[in-house]
């Protein structure tokens, strides 16, 4: 049996002559370069659409540009992380850029396959959502391709970045909970093995803004912290841990939502209720953080806000790779939420007891 041909790929020419204009003028509107007048864009936009015309990708990365833009994210399951997507793409709308994403599975090893495959495809542009990759890897990539670092704290002469207040954000949780009137107030954070940038990583600076702020409320020997991990099980292994304690906390600050809602987990299959027998609050105000059922006190460090600026600083560094970097901190605020109220007046019966009462991870006591 012949199979049948293969449609033609409509070409810029067959769009100048559709238009009646020469590809010259094709490809100043497609470039939105100057030397065109808004009638004269119409005309070939009109052709475009008519005829069903795609710029090929390859062609015009041969030319200088192939009009994309890497995103690398470091987990595709936390919650978070979209929301920067979003606000890069929201960003980039009105322009010709499209973005592609690849996941780094927070390894140094993955990063640098991304990047590089990235590279590779002569991409125009790369935003590197919380990379693990050591400094001299992302100058590297930097050196390469215009990037902008999310995530990371530092300053570098090659490549941009965008950040969140991670101390004043962590100070903010347990202000909230002391003022409630906690003081056994523990934290889950991610571990952090490369002391060669710790000092750059937002998991590590928000565990020591938890320090900074109980200090500052004289609860440094209240100080309980469990490295884990930023995940679901992360924070369900560490609650565990932090539920076994012979005097447990009254509150858990998770470092990120999707680690507090494995303390959840761990809270509920204890039988403990939150926020009656503990409260718990998470960092990064997702939309999960905000489902009634969940109801989760979290820090909201605007990810939308933080695509949005990444995109701005990469837009300039394609436009400028020779001006100096730009560094975007911005500035976080606290949601409380229902997962968060005082602690009990009381110790909890032990488990198993007479008149232990029915209880749910996310509600009080029933009667």
């Given at each position: 049996?012949?199979?049948?041909?293969?449609?033609r790929?409509?070409?810029i020419?067959?769009v100048?002559?559709?238009?009646?204009?020469?590809t010259?003028?094709?490809?100043?509107?497609?470039?939105?370069?100057?030397g065109?007048?808004?009638?004269?864009?119409t005309?070939?936009?009109?052709?475009?659409?008519?005829?069903?015309?795609?710029?090929?990708a390859?062609?015009?990365?041969?030319?200088?540009?192939?009009?994309?833009?890497?995103?690398m994210?470091?987990?595709?399951?936390?919650?978070?992380?979209?929301?920067?997507v979003?606000?890069?793409?929201?960003a980039?709308?009105?322009?010709?850029?499209?973005?592609?994403?690849?996941?780094?599975?927070?390894?140094?090893?993955?990063?640098?396959r991304?990047?590089?495959?990235?590279?590779?495809?002569?991409m125009d542009?790369?935003?590197?959502?919380?990379?693990?990759?050591?400094r001299?890897?992302?100058?590297?990539?930097?050196?390469?391709v215009?990037?902008?670092v999310?995530?990371?704290?530092?300053?570098?002469?090659?490549?941009?970045?965008?950040s969140?207040?991670?101390?004043?954000?962590?100070?903010?949780?347990?202000?909230?909970?002391?003022?409630?009137g906690?003081?056994?107030?523990a934290?889950?954070?991610?571990?952090?093995?490369?002391?060669?940038?710790?000092?750059?990583?937002?998991?590590?600076?928000?565990?020591?803004?938890?320090?900074?702020?109980?200090r500052?409320?004289?609860?440094?020997?209240?100080?309980?912290?469990?490295?884990t991990?930023?995940?679901?099980?992360g924070?369900?292994?560490?609650a565990?841990?932090?539920?076994?304690?012979?005097?447990?906390?009254?509150?858990i600050?998770?470092?990120?939502?999707?680690?507090?809602?494995?303390?959840?987990?761990?809270?509920?299959?204890?039988?403990?209720?939150?926020?009656?027998?503990i409260?718990?609050a998470?960092?990064d105000?997702t939309?999960?953080a905000?489902?009634?059922?969940?109801?989760?006190?979290?820090?909201?460090?605007?990810?939308?806000?933080?695509?949005?600026n990444?995109?701005r600083?990469?837009?300039d560094?394609?436009?400028?790779?020779?001006?100096?970097?730009?560094?975007?901190k911005?500035?976080?605020?606290?949601?409380?939420r229902?997962?968060?109220?005082?602690?009990?007046?009381?110790?909890?019966?032990?488990?198993?007891?007479?008149?232990?009462?029915?209880?749910?991870?996310?509600?009080?006591?029933n009667?």
């Amino acid at each position: 049996m012949e199979l049948p041909a293969q449609p033609r790929r409509v070409t810029i020419v067959d769009v100048a002559q559709h238009a009646q204009v020469s590809t010259t003028t094709v490809s100043k509107v497609l470039r939105n370069a100057y030397g065109t007048s808004p009638q004269m864009r119409t005309k070939v936009r009109q052709a475009i659409a008519e005829l069903g015309y795609r710029p090929y990708a390859a062609a015009r990365g041969m030319r200088g540009q192939t009009y994309t833009i890497g995103v690398m994210l470091p987990d595709i399951r936390n919650p978070f992380f979209p929301e920067i997507v979003d606000g890069l793409t929201d960003a980039l709308w009105d322009t010709d850029y499209q973005v592609l994403m690849a996941p780094g599975r927070s390894g140094e090893e993955a990063e640098a396959r991304v990047t590089e495959a990235m590279i590779d495809r002569g991409m125009d542009g790369l935003v590197l959502v919380a990379p693990v990759s050591p400094r001299s890897h992302l100058e590297h990539v930097a050196g390469t391709v215009p990037t902008t670092v999310v995530g990371r704290h530092g300053h570098s002469m090659v490549y941009d970045t965008v950040s969140d207040d991670d101390l004043a954000g962590a100070a903010l949780v347990v202000d909230h909970l002391v003022g409630l009137g906690h003081r056994r107030i523990a934290h889950i954070e991610h571990a952090e093995t490369d002391p060669g940038r710790i000092a750059e990583m937002p998991n590590a600076i928000r565990a020591e803004g938890y320090r900074q702020a109980m200090r500052a409320h004289g609860l440094e020997d209240e100080t309980d912290i469990v490295s884990t991990t930023y995940t679901q099980e992360g924070g369900y292994l560490g609650a565990q841990k932090l539920l076994a304690r012979t005097h447990r906390p009254t509150a858990i600050f998770a470092g990120a939502d999707i680690v507090a809602m494995g303390v959840l987990q761990a809270v509920s299959e204890a039988s403990l209720a939150v926020p009656g027998d503990i409260s718990i609050a998470g960092y990064d105000n997702t939309s999960i953080a905000a489902l009634g059922p969940i109801s989760l006190t979290s820090v909201d460090q605007a990810g939308h806000h933080i695509g949005a600026n990444a995109a701005r600083l990469l837009l300039d560094r394609i436009a400028d790779r020779a001006r100096p970097s730009a560094q975007v901190k911005l500035s976080p605020t606290l949601v409380p939420r229902r997962t968060t109220a005082p602690p009990p007046t009381r110790s909890p019966r032990p488990e198993g007891g007479p008149e232990r009462a029915a209880v749910h991870s996310t509600g009080q006591r029933n009667p």
